[in-house]
């Protein structure tokens, strides 16, 4: 990887793509060449235009504009956003299917350019689509991550600091499994600073409950449904946890991050993709912090692994 360059290429300049730029160029200092390709190249360089017309603005001394796959092949990290929507009547796996050719037409040209960096992949459903970038890639598995539950987990603790009046950089709590309906809060792992959350919820001296933790857990869960019956697509999120990732990449900072990566044999569970605490760094995951899960949330676990592993079984790849 070529960390003095730090170079970024974005495929997809969609409302997710172009929200994970625009956080890119006004968080600053975390690459210095980003790189715009879409089917629509006309889209790509007008996007490049007004990114670099607001550079004088921003916190970035950076070099922006719409390229070619060939541009991958010096690239630190390349960031996919592509893919198409679901039509009406389309099933999952239809919408799966179409978005695995569109991945094909992606992930082919960027390994044939002679890119060595990391992918990073934010199209939904995401732990599949980034299971799909693996095996067209071939790449290690370390160098294929996908956004996982990264967004879910803010979602969580953003609710939790506003329950328990605490700045939600103070809690430690993950959203694991699918990014999807199959999600879930590992209770018996959330922490107030040092305090497990269960021993504040057991303790009658306050008006901490069981119930208010399952509404919380169900709004994060329905968060994105309620956002895009209001705005029709939820991009912003999605596009500050992309950067966050990428910042954690291009910094080597070891950080622990709920991404999408493969499973070897951690939680029993073997080649899925799926949203777990991973320590991201230079070289993409460094290592999976396997959680001392219940026995309940193991069920839990489980039952997410199954769902991904029958929707992606039913692709042709």
Not at 7 to 23: P, R
Not at 72 to 87: E, F, L, R, S, T
Not at 283 to 301: A, Q, R, S, Y
């Amino acid at each position: 990887m070529n960390t003095d360059k730090r170079k970024v290429v974005l495929i997809g300049t969609g409302m997710v793509g172009m929200s994970f730029a625009y956080s890119l160029v006004n968080q600053g200092g975390i690459c210095n060449e980003l790189v715009l390709i879409d089917v629509n190249k006309e889209r790509a360089n007008g996007e490049a235009m007004d990114l670099n017309h607001g550079l004088a603005f921003g916190k970035s001394n950076m070099r922006i504009y719409a390229g070619e796959y060939s541009d991958c092949k010096d690239a630190d990290i390349v960031v996919i956003a592509a893919g198409v929507a679901q039509k009406e009547g389309e099933t999952r796996l239809d919408l799966l299917q179409r978005n695995t050719e569109v991945f094909r037409s992606i992930v082919t040209p960027v390994v044939k350019s002679g890119f060595d960096g990391i992918f990073l992949v934010a199209t939904n459903p995401v732990d599949i689509m980034t299971r799909v970038t693996y095996e067209l890639s071939r790449f290690g598995a370390s160098r294929v991550i996908g956004t996982g539950t990264s967004l879910d987990t803010a979602r969580l603790r953003y609710l939790l600091g506003e329950y328990f009046t605490v700045d939600p950089k103070n809690i430690h709590a993950y959203v694991i499994g699918e990014h999807g309906d199959s999600e879930f809060v590992p209770l018996s792992q959330v922490m107030l600073a040092t305090k497990p959350v269960v021993s504040i919820l057991n303790d009658e001296r306050n008006s901490y409950c069981i119930k208010d933790m399952e509404q919380i857990e169900e709004q994060v869960r329905t968060a994105a449904y309620k956002i895009i019956e209001a705005k029709r697509a939820t991009y912003y999120g999605v596009g500050m946890a992309l950067t966050r990732i990428v910042r954690a990449i291009l910094g080597d900072e070891n950080s622990v991050l709920t991404v999408s990566c493969k499973l070897c044999g951690e939680y029993g569970e073997r080649n899925v993709f799926i949203g777990v605490p991973t320590i991201i760094g230079r070289n993409g995951v460094k290592e999976i912090v396997e959680l001392d899960l219940t026995e309940d949330e193991m069920d839990k676990f489980r039952a997410s692994v199954k769902v991904l592993n029958e929707n992606f079984d039913g692709l042709a790849l």
